[in-house]
Protein backbone atom coordinates (compact mmCIF):
# COMPACT_ATOMS: atom_id res chain seq x y z
CA UNK A 1 0.00 0.00 0.00
CA UNK A 2 1.40 3.33 -0.86
CA UNK A 3 1.36 5.87 2.04
CA UNK A 4 -0.96 8.75 0.56
CA UNK A 5 1.72 11.54 1.84
CA UNK A 6 4.51 9.98 -1.08
CA UNK A 7 1.88 10.40 -3.78
CA UNK A 8 0.74 13.95 -2.64
CA UNK A 9 4.70 15.08 -2.55
CA UNK A 10 4.56 13.57 -6.06
CA UNK A 11 2.02 15.63 -6.99
CA UNK A 12 3.12 18.83 -5.56
CA UNK A 13 6.89 18.40 -7.13
CA UNK A 14 5.51 17.72 -10.42
CA UNK A 15 3.09 20.40 -10.19
CA UNK A 16 5.91 23.20 -9.35
CA UNK A 17 8.27 22.23 -11.49
CA UNK A 18 5.43 22.87 -14.41
CA UNK A 19 5.42 25.90 -12.31
CA UNK A 20 8.94 27.16 -13.17
CA UNK A 21 8.48 25.76 -16.79
CA UNK A 22 5.71 28.30 -17.14
CA UNK A 23 8.08 31.08 -15.64
CA UNK A 24 11.21 30.58 -17.69
CA UNK A 25 10.65 29.30 -20.84
CA UNK A 26 9.99 31.58 -23.70
CA UNK A 27 8.39 29.20 -26.55
CA UNK A 28 5.11 29.28 -26.39
CA UNK A 29 4.22 25.76 -27.23
CA UNK A 30 6.81 24.70 -24.42
CA UNK A 31 4.76 26.61 -22.00
CA UNK A 32 1.73 25.03 -23.14
CA UNK A 33 3.49 21.63 -22.56
CA UNK A 34 4.17 22.54 -19.21
CA UNK A 35 0.67 23.50 -18.36
CA UNK A 36 -0.05 20.08 -19.12
CA UNK A 37 2.48 18.69 -16.75
CA UNK A 38 0.38 20.96 -13.72
CA UNK A 39 -2.84 19.56 -14.70
CA UNK A 40 -1.27 15.76 -15.19
CA UNK A 41 0.24 16.43 -11.56
CA UNK A 42 -3.34 17.55 -10.13
CA UNK A 43 -4.82 14.57 -11.80
CA UNK A 44 -2.12 12.10 -9.93
CA UNK A 45 -3.48 14.26 -6.52
CA UNK A 46 -6.98 13.51 -7.27
CA UNK A 47 -6.46 10.12 -8.06
CA UNK A 48 -4.42 9.18 -4.67
CA UNK A 49 -6.94 10.93 -2.97
CA UNK A 50 -9.89 9.03 -4.28
CA UNK A 51 -7.71 5.92 -3.40
CA UNK A 52 -7.31 7.06 0.05
CA UNK A 53 -10.87 8.39 0.75
CA UNK A 54 -11.72 4.70 -0.94
CA UNK A 55 -14.56 7.02 -3.12
CA UNK A 56 -14.85 7.12 -6.88
CA UNK A 57 -15.41 11.12 -7.21
CA UNK A 58 -11.58 11.27 -7.37
CA UNK A 59 -11.40 9.03 -10.31
CA UNK A 60 -15.02 10.84 -12.17
CA UNK A 61 -12.92 14.70 -11.88
CA UNK A 62 -10.26 12.99 -13.24
CA UNK A 63 -12.20 11.97 -16.80
CA UNK A 64 -13.88 15.54 -17.03
CA UNK A 65 -10.30 17.01 -16.35
CA UNK A 66 -8.71 14.84 -19.16
CA UNK A 67 -11.76 15.84 -22.04
CA UNK A 68 -11.24 19.23 -20.76
CA UNK A 69 -7.59 19.57 -21.31
CA UNK A 70 -8.12 17.70 -24.41
CA UNK A 71 -10.35 20.28 -25.71
CA UNK A 72 -7.71 23.28 -24.24
CA UNK A 73 -5.07 21.61 -26.04
CA UNK A 74 -6.53 21.59 -29.56
CA UNK A 75 -7.82 25.55 -29.52
CA UNK A 76 -4.65 26.35 -27.62
CA UNK A 77 -2.49 24.77 -30.42
CA UNK A 78 -5.00 26.77 -32.75
CA UNK A 79 -4.23 30.13 -31.11
CA UNK A 80 -0.47 29.24 -31.58
CA UNK A 81 -0.82 28.67 -35.34
CA UNK A 82 -2.69 31.46 -35.75
CA UNK A 83 -0.12 33.17 -33.58
CA UNK A 84 2.87 31.82 -35.79
CA UNK A 85 1.11 32.57 -39.31
CA UNK A 86 0.57 36.44 -38.48
CA UNK A 87 4.16 37.04 -36.72
CA UNK A 88 6.86 34.42 -37.89
CA UNK A 89 7.32 33.82 -34.37
CA UNK A 90 6.80 31.58 -31.17
CA UNK A 91 8.89 33.66 -28.40
CA UNK A 92 6.11 35.12 -25.66
CA UNK A 93 8.29 37.92 -25.45
CA UNK A 94 8.13 39.25 -28.96
CA UNK A 95 4.46 39.09 -29.08
CA UNK A 96 4.13 42.75 -27.02
CA UNK A 97 1.47 44.13 -28.93
CA UNK A 98 -0.32 45.76 -26.20
CA UNK A 99 2.41 45.95 -23.86
CA UNK A 100 2.69 49.84 -22.64
CA UNK B 1 7.38 -4.62 -4.63
CA UNK B 2 4.80 -1.86 -4.83
CA UNK B 3 6.39 0.78 -2.76
CA UNK B 4 9.65 -0.07 -5.09
CA UNK B 5 7.73 0.50 -8.67
CA UNK B 6 6.47 3.59 -7.24
CA UNK B 7 9.61 5.45 -6.47
CA UNK B 8 10.84 3.88 -9.53
CA UNK B 9 8.09 5.51 -11.74
CA UNK B 10 8.19 8.69 -9.31
CA UNK B 11 11.87 8.78 -9.90
CA UNK B 12 11.76 8.64 -13.73
CA UNK B 13 8.28 11.66 -13.63
CA UNK B 14 10.70 13.61 -11.85
CA UNK B 15 13.48 13.59 -13.65
CA UNK B 16 11.83 13.42 -16.99
CA UNK B 17 9.82 16.82 -15.73
CA UNK B 18 12.73 18.70 -14.96
CA UNK B 19 14.22 17.53 -18.35
CA UNK B 20 11.13 19.16 -20.00
CA UNK B 21 11.82 21.84 -18.86
CA UNK B 22 15.59 22.02 -19.61
CA UNK B 23 16.10 20.61 -22.93
CA UNK B 24 16.27 23.28 -25.67
CA UNK B 25 14.91 21.04 -28.49
CA UNK B 26 10.53 21.41 -28.42
CA UNK B 27 10.52 17.89 -30.04
CA UNK B 28 12.99 16.42 -26.82
CA UNK B 29 10.46 18.26 -24.42
CA UNK B 30 7.52 16.44 -25.46
CA UNK B 31 8.87 13.01 -25.87
CA UNK B 32 9.94 13.99 -22.31
CA UNK B 33 6.13 14.90 -21.52
CA UNK B 34 5.53 11.46 -22.84
CA UNK B 35 7.50 9.81 -20.45
CA UNK B 36 6.23 11.64 -17.95
CA UNK B 37 2.71 10.28 -18.59
CA UNK B 38 3.96 6.98 -18.77
CA UNK B 39 5.23 7.01 -15.38
CA UNK B 40 1.66 8.42 -14.26
CA UNK B 41 0.33 5.88 -16.14
CA UNK B 42 2.13 3.43 -14.10
CA UNK B 43 1.21 5.12 -10.90
CA UNK B 44 -2.39 5.30 -11.60
CA UNK B 45 -2.17 1.27 -11.95
CA UNK B 46 -0.57 0.91 -8.51
CA UNK B 47 -2.96 2.96 -6.92
CA UNK B 48 -5.66 0.87 -8.59
CA UNK B 49 -7.22 3.48 -10.96
CA UNK B 50 -7.14 1.51 -13.92
CA UNK B 51 -9.74 2.75 -16.29
CA UNK B 52 -7.89 5.91 -15.59
CA UNK B 53 -4.05 4.78 -16.17
CA UNK B 54 -5.96 3.36 -19.93
CA UNK B 55 -7.71 6.72 -20.89
CA UNK B 56 -4.21 8.43 -19.64
CA UNK B 57 -2.32 6.41 -22.40
CA UNK B 58 -5.09 6.53 -24.98
CA UNK B 59 -6.43 10.10 -24.75
CA UNK B 60 -2.89 12.30 -23.23
CA UNK B 61 -0.44 10.24 -24.32
CA UNK B 62 -1.54 9.08 -28.06
CA UNK B 63 -3.54 11.68 -28.80
CA UNK B 64 -2.97 15.58 -26.74
CA UNK B 65 1.02 14.53 -27.29
CA UNK B 66 0.68 13.41 -30.89
CA UNK B 67 -1.15 17.23 -31.68
CA UNK B 68 1.79 18.91 -29.87
CA UNK B 69 4.22 16.87 -31.86
CA UNK B 70 2.14 17.10 -35.38
CA UNK B 71 2.14 21.29 -34.01
CA UNK B 72 5.74 21.18 -33.30
CA UNK B 73 6.72 20.37 -36.65
CA UNK B 74 4.47 22.14 -38.84
CA UNK B 75 5.94 25.06 -36.81
CA UNK B 76 9.80 23.99 -37.67
CA UNK B 77 11.25 26.33 -35.12
CA UNK B 78 14.66 27.24 -35.25
CA UNK B 79 16.06 25.92 -31.79
CA UNK B 80 17.77 29.49 -30.74
CA UNK B 81 14.89 31.06 -29.73
CA UNK B 82 13.77 28.29 -27.68
CA UNK B 83 15.95 28.46 -24.89
CA UNK B 84 15.47 29.51 -21.58
CA UNK B 85 15.10 33.17 -20.93
CA UNK B 86 17.72 35.33 -20.97
CA UNK B 87 16.67 38.18 -18.93
CA UNK B 88 18.38 39.18 -15.71
CA UNK B 89 16.08 39.28 -12.58
CA UNK B 90 13.36 36.89 -14.64
CA UNK B 91 15.22 33.34 -14.28
CA UNK B 92 16.15 33.95 -10.45
CA UNK B 93 12.39 35.46 -9.99
CA UNK B 94 11.00 32.13 -11.56
CA UNK B 95 13.27 29.69 -8.96
CA UNK B 96 12.35 31.82 -6.04
CA UNK B 97 8.41 31.87 -6.87
CA UNK B 98 8.93 28.19 -7.74
CA UNK B 99 10.47 26.92 -4.27
CA UNK B 100 7.93 28.77 -2.64
CA UNK B 101 5.09 27.32 -3.80
CA UNK B 102 6.77 23.67 -3.29
CA UNK B 103 7.85 25.13 0.11
CA UNK B 104 4.18 26.02 0.45
CA UNK B 105 2.68 22.89 -0.40
CA UNK B 106 4.69 20.59 1.14
CA UNK B 107 3.25 21.99 4.44
CA UNK B 108 0.28 20.39 4.18
CA UNK B 109 1.08 17.64 2.29
CA UNK B 110 2.30 15.19 5.67
CA UNK B 111 -1.35 13.52 5.81
CA UNK B 112 -1.55 10.10 5.76
CA UNK B 113 -5.83 10.00 6.56
CA UNK B 114 -8.01 12.27 5.05
CA UNK B 115 -11.02 12.67 7.36
CA UNK B 116 -14.09 12.32 6.41
CA UNK B 117 -15.40 9.70 3.58
CA UNK B 118 -16.28 10.00 -0.83
CA UNK B 119 -19.85 9.71 -1.68
CA UNK B 120 -19.54 6.80 -3.83
CA UNK B 121 -17.36 3.91 -2.28
CA UNK B 122 -15.34 1.71 -4.58
CA UNK B 123 -16.83 -1.58 -4.21
CA UNK B 124 -15.86 -4.84 -5.79
CA UNK B 125 -16.50 -4.57 -9.09
CA UNK B 126 -14.03 -3.93 -12.12
CA UNK B 127 -13.08 -0.51 -11.95
CA UNK B 128 -14.16 -0.15 -15.59
CA UNK B 129 -17.72 -0.83 -14.14
CA UNK B 130 -17.92 0.60 -11.29
CA UNK B 131 -16.87 3.89 -12.74
CA UNK B 132 -19.46 3.85 -15.39
CA UNK B 133 -22.30 3.01 -12.80
CA UNK B 134 -21.23 6.08 -11.46
CA UNK B 135 -20.53 8.60 -14.87
CA UNK B 136 -23.87 7.51 -16.36
CA UNK B 137 -26.05 8.18 -13.21
CA UNK B 138 -24.66 10.70 -10.89
CA UNK B 139 -22.54 12.28 -13.06
CA UNK B 140 -24.86 12.90 -16.29
CA UNK B 141 -24.98 16.45 -16.95
CA UNK B 142 -21.55 16.47 -16.32
CA UNK B 143 -20.88 13.82 -18.91
CA UNK B 144 -23.29 15.30 -21.46
CA UNK B 145 -21.69 18.94 -21.07
CA UNK B 146 -18.49 18.09 -21.95
CA UNK B 147 -19.83 16.24 -25.12
CA UNK B 148 -21.33 19.97 -25.82
CA UNK B 149 -17.58 21.21 -24.72
CA UNK B 150 -15.32 18.72 -27.22
CA UNK B 151 -17.78 20.28 -30.18
CA UNK B 152 -16.64 23.46 -29.15
CA UNK B 153 -13.33 23.08 -29.16
CA UNK B 154 -13.34 21.25 -32.82
CA UNK B 155 -15.49 24.41 -34.24
CA UNK B 156 -13.51 26.77 -32.65
CA UNK B 157 -10.21 24.80 -33.72
CA UNK B 158 -11.27 25.08 -37.18
CA UNK B 159 -12.10 28.46 -36.94
CA UNK B 160 -8.64 30.04 -35.95
CA UNK B 161 -7.25 27.68 -38.08
CA UNK B 162 -8.22 29.36 -41.34
CA UNK B 163 -6.18 31.21 -43.95
CA UNK B 164 -8.62 34.67 -43.33
CA UNK B 165 -10.92 34.44 -40.38
Known amino acids: MIPLSHTLILGAVLFCIGVLGVFIRRNAIVIFMCIELMLNAVNLTFIAISRSLNSLDGQVIVFFVMTVAAAEAAIGLAIILALFRNRETVNVDEVNLMRW | ?165
Open chain 2, 1 to 165: MEQLLFYLFALGAVISGVLVILKKNPVINALFLIVVMLCLAGIYLLLGAQFMAAIQLIVYAGAIMVLFLFVIMLLNLDQEISGIVKGGPQKLIGIILAALLLAILLSVVGINQLPGKGAHPIDELANTESLARVLFTHFLLPFEITSVILLIAIIGAIVLGKKKL
